[in-house]
């Protein structure tokens, strides 16, 4: 079922990315809708799914990208799964969760963008990246962390009621 | 198994996963399932693209909204459907400008054939100039093929796929064209910069180039025709110890706000590559 749902959520995701969020630039950052959509879930406790979220998310952003195929998924796999790792822990349910799984998440998904740019022989000055792009764009995921966090929560509630021993 | 190590393990198969589709797509061999996921990609892109468009529109110009509003409240009970209405013909009226600018470039240059298209969308990757147009293989577009506005040059199609094609901007610092100085008659070679600026370089040491001055394509390299606009001079940067002097230049094109783009479907671009040394 969350497939069913995540997979067109995220396919909508990464055009309106790429259509409506090139316009709503912070110098030349953006939020990332994709990424996002990946913290929620995780956070919201379906990590398993949120790591194929960030595998079909990624893909999908890669097919709107001049970056090589699958650059992006796999940093949205990384995502997912740094995020997991706060599962368990006594912090989880703390109210600034969603602000620092995102913080993490923005600035792992920007550096490892960074570096497949890299890799792929293009010219890219790291301080102007760190400047323009990655802090701009970190600064406006933290801005929808919460309201995300509890879209997603709201989303796992009705897809997967919790069950009520009688 | 503990559930780290689970998810540890289920990450690793995912990048498995993916680097194998990497592998794939590197070879060649997944551009046809590509081009068929980007199939109703496109048309998507398209429709929120135009509907993005006519909203920037109506709310870049207040004094439109403003008798907009007046004429809402006059006309309460068909608010909705008015509203929506002259969203649609106002699109299609700016539409219809654009395309009659660039007929009008087009016509002066009879020379080239073009193909007009919308511009859908833009690099997710926030690293990468380059936009998504509406029309791939499937209209008739090739790589190389040279974009342009009726203001100037725009960059050149770098991927292409049936129904959607990807355009490196001429901001990116993977782009580079040769250029000319108008009224200097010199060449120089546009290099973008990182931070967004367009800079002429290699400009002769002993050349005069003055502000305003107009710079255009010059054709060599062939991979743009010549005599496109680019953008005028700004200011120069002259220093007596290095080889060559630098201007930055102000482009023609307004790249924040490209609704259609007219493609150059006659011209092909030099191999350069399969010329032996």
Redesign the interface.
Known sequence: MAYLIGVPLL??L???????L??LQLF???PDLVLLAVVGWSLAGR??EA??W??IG??F?D????????????AL??V??LV??S??RFWEAHLLMPLSATLVASLTFHIL??GA?LLTG????PS??LT??ILP?TFLNLVLALPTAQLAGGLRDRLFPPEVEI | MR??T???I??IT??L???G??VL??SGH?APL?GL??RP?SG??SW??LR?AAT?ELLSSPRDVASLREEITQLESEVTLLHQEIISLREQAAEAEILAALLDYARAQPESSYRATNV?????????R?I?INGGSDTGFSRGMPVVTQQGLVGRI??VFPTIA?V?LILD??ASVNVKLQQSRTDGLLSPQ???ELWVDLIDQTVTVTQGELVLTSGLGGKYPTDIPIGQIQNVRRRDYELFQQAVIQPSVDF?DIDIVLIITNFRPLPLEHIAP
């Open positions: 396919a909508l990464s055009i309106i990315q790429s259509t409506v090139s316009h030349e950052g953006r990590t398993e790591m194929v960030g595998m990624g893909l952003l097919l709107l990208s001049g970056l090589p195929f699958g650059s992006s998924a796999i796999i990384l997912a799964f997991s790792l599962e368990g963008g960074m740019v293009r010219a890219l000055d102007l990246a323009r792009v764009s | 559930r780290s689970s998810q540890a289920i990450a995912l990048i996963m993916v680097t589709l990497m797509s590197l997944l590509q996921i980007l990609f998507i892109q929120i693209a993005v920037r859908i969308g833009r690099d997710v990757s926030p690293f990468l380059s998504w770098v991927e990807r490196q610092p993977e990182l931070n967004g924040d």
